[in-house]
């Protein structure tokens, strides 16, 4: 099925908006023209997104973001039109808002391009966001307004029919740390046991971890395995193989155990980069880290995920575009679930100040578990809460839920202590009534 769009100006914003609502939100192809005799004579169900209505189309009524070459402050006011936040209000139109300048408002992230605050690690502020001030950051909103423009066009076009979205789940896990003690040096070991001493820190543990008395308590895999296997899980794996860094501690990539953990899961499962804190500073550092998995695997690395989720607009995407990731799975807040784009759904990344589409593919995630435990301070029965809230938003809209867990939360120790049904009831939830 083809929709014909005609608008009196086919900006690179117009063109890739729709492209987004129409190609990747809907499962329908999107056509353009500016030819006003073209438009009418046509005989494909047809959309007019300018300023008056041409003839007997679906008229949206544009407001002026999309036609726009600057990035400036938005005088935005949110609105509610059938209990559904919306911004950028017009009358006379088939919706009482522009839902092509307010889902580019979302997922171009327009407003991590307007100076901003940020947190101690220099990655904007989850409750410095236009969605979480005006209490919409745990809804998928881009993805309800796709939803609204598909009821307006199968009102307009009954004989319209859209091809069926499915509901689906990926498991993503992070290494930050494959081993907790094992093949961290003499140093390190030395060091971690005299602070581990001085803060009563179950330093013995090491001690035995060492001498083989005891299973390192990082190493989770046989039983994210069993998860993994019992349970169909799609799943991705990011590793991070940084040099030593304050905020990347990660096993040294020579390690010979990491490197046969990398191949032993990628015989099953995909394997992404976890892009170092440090590959920020020095772009050259991720090309570097790249190669490492490239050599490991035997292959090309695709799939990427920022350590620390520390991303930078816009440059962070192009130095992924630049060294040839085509997945990101960066977008979302550590601090807070939600929807950081406004979206539960894959789209492209938008660069505002080139004012182009690429080919880099965004896939959000919406649920961590450092950020239920140690952000919010959540118990694992209030967890649970939110983690079914999220999921139930994005099956409404039959989007896809994208969980980020790592290998040492699921030691059920320290920390994560009391935390043992929460990935695994997380798992049941989501799989329910999932289609592949």
């Not at 006003?36 to 007997?56: A, C, G, Q, V, W």
């Not at 009563?200 to 046989?222: A, C, Q």
């Not at 899961?265 to 790249?290: C, F, Q, R």
Request: glycine share 2%; net charge neutral.
């Amino acid at each position: 099925m083809n929709i014909l769009v005609y608008s009196h100006n086919l900006s690179p914003r117009l063109r890739y908006i729709f492209k987004q609502i129409f190609n990747n939100f809907l499962n329908v192809n999107v056509s353009f023209t500016d030819n006003i005799e073209y438009f009418i004579n046509n005989d494909l169900p047809k959309i007019s997104y300018t300023h008056r209505k041409i003839s007997n189309e679906l008229f949206f009524r544009s407001t002026d973001l999309l036609f726009e070459k600057t990035i400036v402050n938005q005088d935005i006011k949110v609105l509610e039109f059938k209990s559904i936040k919306f911004f950028y209000p017009c009358e006379d139109s088939c919706l009482p808002f522009d839902p092509f300048a307010a889902s580019f408002f979302m997922l171009s992230r327009y407003e991590e391009y307007l100076p901003h605050i940020k947190d101690k690690f220099g990655r904007f502020e989850a409750k410095e966001s236009f969605a979480y001030k005006n209490n919409f950051l745990d809804k998928p909103i881009v993805d309800i307004w796709a939803v609204l423009v598909k009821e307006e066009l199968v009102k307009y076009y009954p004989n319209l029919i859209f091809p069926i979205k499915n509901y689906n789940y990926l498991n993503t896990i992070d290494i930050d740390n494959a081993f907790s003690y094992l093949d961290k040096g003499f140093l390190r070991n030395i060091g971690g046991f005299f602070r581990d001493l001085i803060k009563n820190n179950r330093p013995f543990e090491r001690i035995k971890v060492l001498f083989k008395y005891s299973k390192d308590p990082y190493d989770t895999y046989s039983k994210l395995f069993d998860f993994i296997n019992k349970y169909n899980l799609k799943t991705i794996f990011f590793f991070l193989l940084a040099d030593y860094g304050y905020n990347d501690k990660n096993v040294p990539y020579t390690s010979n155990r990491l490197r046969e953990l990398i191949k032993q899961i990628s015989d099953y499962y995909n394997i992404g980069i976890h892009a170092s804190y440090n590959s920020l500073k020095n772009t050259n550092k991720l090309k570097i880290e790249m190669n490492r998995l490239s050599e490991i695997l035997h292959k090309e690395v695709l799939d990427s995920r920022q350590h620390f989720i520390k991303l930078n607009m816009p440059s962070m995407y192009r130095n992924l575009i630049k060294n040839g990731i085509k997945d990101d799975y960066s977008m979302g807040f550590v601090s807070l679930p939600g929807f950081r784009a406004g979206t539960c759904s894959k789209f492209s990344f938008y660069d505002l100040d080139l004012e182009s589409e690429t080919d880099l593919n965004i896939h959000p995630f919406s649920i961590m578990d450092v950020t239920l435990n140690d952000y919010m301070n959540l118990n694992p029965s209030q967890s649970i809460d939110i983690i079914r809230n999220i999921i139930d938003e994005i099956k409404i809209v039959d989007g896809t839920f994208i969980s980020i867990w790592h290998n040492e939360s699921l030691n059920y120790s320290g920390r994560w202590y009391g935390w043992d049904n929460v990935y695994l009831k997380m798992i049941k939830y989501a799989k329910k009534h999932e289609s592949f």
